[in-house]
């Protein structure tokens, strides 16, 4: 009889048990983790990061999908000034746990926050966007991914709580964007943001009133850019790794060695030309060493970028030397 007892105490307590939880979670305000060093010490999370009902998408294709009209749309609407700070703030908003002052500021500039979950990884994912797709097409102001994993960090006092993946020049710089996708997927912790229109029509890489400039500057994280250069341009090398317009630091000479170590051959800035690739006049990296922030300026070869083998070989050593940020 007592065993009988214990057993129907048991599976009521996990009765209750499962309920307590359920109403937890029901009641979780719609906060997410404080992303930026200085932000609040203990984050909240949103409960939507945790449950299964988030769409699934595979990451890859959605960023594919978004870039792939570039090629051949040529709309661009210059952002105001007002207009570039309103995105930045919220962005800034959105990576300091403030999910409901992020939400209203993007509004203000017809923006939304969606939240998903990544196939590949099953990692939540935020994806900064504007909320009508005609109007996406013709401002041309780009998009920001914001990586949920936990593993990242990016609470512990004293470390680098975050760090962005810049794609100034999708589709231009073939594949690009697809390389920044796997990076991502490998090093928890980023703000991926992606570039809205040809580069032609716009080129946030040297172009200080983009939405992509100021939501970098605003952001002041360390940060890898990716671009590509073509195979005739230095046939013997695969990455060219700089610290743009800043110094030449040790983190970027190992960077430089970890790629020739894993059979990816780089050229070194500070030791020959590199067909004039250094990107010194890259307005984010004069940004960043103006700030004392990590920097790298990285060009690739179109193998590293298009061979789906290659580029996740890459992104695991770029993973590798990103993780030495924090």
């Known amino acids: 009889m007592r065993n009988v007892l214990n057993v129907l105490y048991v599976r009521a307590a996990?009765?209750?048990?499962?309920?307590?939880?359920?109403?937890?979670?029901?009641?979780?305000?719609?906060?997410?983790?404080?992303?930026?060093a200085g932000a609040a010490a203990e984050p909240t999370t949103t409960r939507a990061a945790f449950l299964p009902s988030l769409p699934r998408?595979?990451?890859?294709?959605?960023?594919?999908?978004?870039?792939?009209?570039f090629g051949v749309r040529r709309t661009y609407q210059q952002p105001t000034e007002a207009e570039r700070a309103t995105l930045a703030d919220g962005v800034a908003l959105l990576a300091a746990g403030n999910a409901g002052a992020a939400r209203a500021?993007?509004?203000?500039?017809?923006?939304?926050?969606?939240?998903?979950?990544?196939?590949?990884?099953?990692?939540?994912?935020?994806?900064?966007?504007?909320l009508s797709a005609d109007r996406e097409a013709r401002r041309g102001w780009g998009r920001v991914y914001v990586d949920l994993d936990r593993r990242a960090g990016f609470w512990k006092p004293g470390t680098v709580r975050h760090w962005t993946l810049q794609v100034p020049h999708p589709v231009y710089d073939m594949a690009t964007e697809q390389v920044a996708t796997a990076v991502f997927r490998?090093?928890?912790?980023?703000?991926?943001?992606?570039?809205?229109?040809?580069?032609?029509?716009?080129?946030?890489?040297?172009?200080?009133?983009?939405?992509?400039?100021?939501?970098i500057d605003r952001l002041a994280l360390p940060g890898l850019q990716v671009h590509g250069f073509a195979a005739e341009s230095l046939p013997d090398y695969e990455a060219i790794p700089t610290p743009g317009y800043g110094p030449v630091t040790p983190q970027v000479r190992a960077l430089a060695d970890s790629l020739d170590a894993a059979g990816i051959p780089a050229?070194?800035?500070?030791?020959?030309?590199?067909?004039?690739?250094?990107?010194?006049?890259?307005?984010?990296?004069?940004?960043?060493?103006?700030?004392?922030?990590?920097?790298?300026?990285?060009?690739?070869?179109?193998?590293?970028?298009?061979?789906?083998?290659?580029?996740?070989?890459?992104?695991?050593?770029?993973?590798?030397?990103?993780?030495?940020?924090?």
């Open 267 to 326: 050229c070194r800035v500070w030791e020959r030309a590199c067909g004039d690739l250094g990107g010194t006049l890259n307005v984010e990296g004069r940004f960043a060493a103006a700030q004392g922030l990590p920097f790298v300026h990285l060009e690739l070869a179109p193998d590293e970028r298009t061979d789906p083998a290659a580029r996740d070989h890459l992104a695991t050593v770029l993973a590798a030397f990103i993780r030495t940020w924090r």
């Open 57 to 69: 998408v595979d990451l890859a294709r959605r960023i594919g999908d978004y870039v792939a009209p």
């Open 14 to 36: 996990t009765r209750l048990t499962t309920a307590a939880l359920l109403a937890t979670l029901a009641a979780l305000p719609p906060t997410l983790p404080p992303l930026i």
């Open 105 to 130: 500021e993007l509004a203000r500039v017809g923006y939304g926050v969606t939240t998903l979950r990544d196939q590949a990884t099953g990692r939540g994912v935020l994806e900064v966007a504007d």
């Open 186 to 215: 490998d090093a928890p912790g980023a703000i991926m943001v992606v570039a809205g229109a040809h580069r032609t029509l716009a080129d946030p890489a040297h172009d200080l009133t983009t939405v992509f400039a100021a939501v």
